[in-house]
């Protein structure tokens, strides 16, 4: 007689009977439940019943011998209406243990036992993908160093450059979310032609924004470069032209390579995109060495080597994509609705990543006013501030890539989904501090990595306590950021971080009417990064919040899958 397995829910004491009888004991339970359900009647009641409690869970495992009634087969479902139950006796604790990591992923685990799991998750996942967030501001901050050991000109020339080649780029990231985003929600349906088919239309679009890019800093660049730095600081546009008009080239190829590292992402895998990125930052390195420092090409040397480093990533992200069983050299026109449904999930996104790109932009405008000096200091803190907040990106990659299941899928649990919340948010706090001691001490302990000019390294010496203010709570708002997104409260993110963008605009306006300086733009920052987490975190601890909206009726429910 073979033996089955039941697994009966934790509180298996409270079920009710037929006519609605609450049983407070298994043994009072399944006596009148099987005489009122088993056909005849004269079925033999069960004679041993012996429950397995799990140190864990309140889990009761049981062992069920079943009968079909007037056979001698054994079914392969017991069936309470018509089998005879002969016996329920105790599994083993090693079969008890077998069957909890089976059962692990679909329970609730203790509180202790939960975040620890979960956060070990995400460094197992946030860890690579560090290093995609690492690697674009390191090549920036590779010719940082590279130049500005030559010509403190062509450091300053770098300011406007890098705000033309980089923030630009991040206005883009609409396209990087999205793809994570529809990707994801297509391999949860288990249908590999609709992700192909994904995969294929955002490429269409990424290369289609990446040539109209290239177009634009070809024609427009100079006179882009032109407004940006103002009348005082026209000497600085030719070299700064030229490092965009090198740079430009890559567009499509970064933009592309940015939709096939997406849709790894929402595969889950960091690793392959990692491969990627670490061999072009060796090439951007080799490069700068040896055409900066030793050929003598300046600020042209330093964008050829970003350059090509940025269409080998493109080319090895597609490399990764295609290893996968994805042709990610099929590019699809997305018809009418498709697009539609691309803009309605990437225009909120764009509109926060515009108003964050804005905020930094302005703020190297008003740098870029108070003269040469003031902006290669600028240069060399903003760049090494991007360098140490992009370790905070990959807690709202993580957020994006695991809490669409906990929120809206088909297993939602928003008491897990508020751990996983806190997890990052702790990480986000321990890491925050420690970017910043680390952040902070480099350009104040080691400044001369970065220039050897001592009236700007007075001025770098100036901001670093604003510097740090602001630093510390980036990581942490990265994660509650990447929380609103996979939430789709896209609204809202976008609203605050308007509204926050204005604010932190009139903030630098007056300190820089009032003759702040340098300081009183990087306080303008501290107060622009402590807002958004302010806002971000009201919003997800408030009752009302997406992450306590138990009552999610079906049609919001199937609006988010569809989307």
């Not at 042709?327 to 909120?348: C, T």
């Amino acid at each position: 007689m073979d033996l089955k397995t039941l697994a009966l829910p934790p509180h298996f004491p409270s079920l009710r009977g037929p006519l609605n009888r609450r049983f407070s004991s298994p043994s009072t339970l399944f006596n009148p439940f099987v005489s009122s359900l088993c056909s005849p009647p004269s079925f033999p009641l069960l004679h041993r019943l012996v429950s397995a409690s799990s140190s864990r869970t309140n889990r009761r495992w049981f062992r069920v011998a079943c009968i079909s009634h007037g056979q001698g087969d054994v079914k392969e479902k017991p069936n309470w209406a018509t089998d005879d139950v002969q016996s329920v006796v105790p599994i083993t604790p090693v079969e008890e243990e077998s069957m909890e990591v089976v059962h692990r992923g679909h329970e609730e685990f203790g509180a202790n036992d939960s975040i620890w799991r979960q956060m070990k998750e995400i460094a197992m996942f946030a860890g690579p993908a560090t290093g995609l967030w690492v690697c674009g501001p390191l090549m920036s901050l590779i010719d940082t160093a590279v130049i500005g050991q030559g010509s403190s000109v062509e450091l300053a020339a770098l300011g406007p450059g890098t705000v033309v080649c980089d923030y630009l780029g991040y206005v883009f990231m609409f396209l990087s979310i999205a793809t994570s985003n529809m990707v994801a929600t297509s391999l949860a349906k288990k249908d590999k032609n609709e992700v192909q088919h994904r995969i294929s239309i955002l490429l269409f679009v990424g290369f289609t924004c990446g040539m109209g890019m290239l177009f634009f800093t070809k024609f427009f660049g100079s006179w882009l470069l032109t407004t940006f730095t103002g009348p005082k600081n026209l000497h600085i546009v030719p070299a700064a032209n030229t490092y965009v008009q090198i740079r430009g080239l890559a567009w499509p190829a970064l933009l592309v390579g940015w939709v096939a590292q997406s849709a790894s992402l929402g595969m889950k895998d960091s690793l392959g995109p990692l491969k990627a990125l670490a061999v072009a930052s060796v090439i951007n390195g080799i490069g700068d060495v040896v055409l900066c420092c030793f050929l003598g090409y300046g600020i042209a040397g330093a964008a050829w080597a970003t350059m090509v480093s940025q269409v080998v990533a493109g080319y090895m992200m597609i490399d990764t994509l295609n290893k996968k069983g994805y042709n990610a050299f099929s590019v699809s026109v997305p018809s009418i609705k498709e697009l539609l449904q691309i803009v309605e999930l990437a225009a909120p996104v764009f509109v926060t990543m515009i108003s964050k790109v804005a905020f930094y932009s302005l703020l190297t405008y008003f740098a870029t006013s108070m003269g040469t000096i003031t902006i290669a200091a600028h240069q060399v803190m903003i760049q090494v501030f991007c360098m140490c907040t992009v370790w905070g990106e990959p807690l709202s990659q993580t957020a994006q890539s695991f809490m669409p299941e906990l929120m809206y899928g088909v297993n939602r649990n928003l008491a897990k989904a508020r751990m996983l919340l806190k997890s990052l948010v702790i990480i986000g706090a321990l890491t925050g501090l420690i970017l910043g001691i680390i952040g902070t001490s480099v350009p104040w302990l080691m400044p001369y990595l970065f220039t050897n000019d001592h009236e700007i390294i007075r001025e770098m010496h100036k901001v670093l306590f604003a510097y740090f203010t602001a630093l510390v709570v980036t990581p942490s708002t990265h994660s509650l950021e990447g929380t609103l997104l996979a939430g789709r409260d896209l609204r809202f993110l976008s609203l605050s971080m308007t509204g926050c963008f204005s604010l932190g605009g009139l903030l630098l306006m007056l300190v820089s009417s009032r003759g702040c300086g340098l300081p009183g733009c990087w306080w303008a920052l501290a107060g622009f990064q402590w807002a958004r987490f302010s806002i971000a975190l009201r919003r997800l601890t408030s009752p009302h919040g997406i992450l306590y909206s138990e009552e999610l009726n079906t049609h919001e429910l199937e609006k988010l899958k569809a989307a």
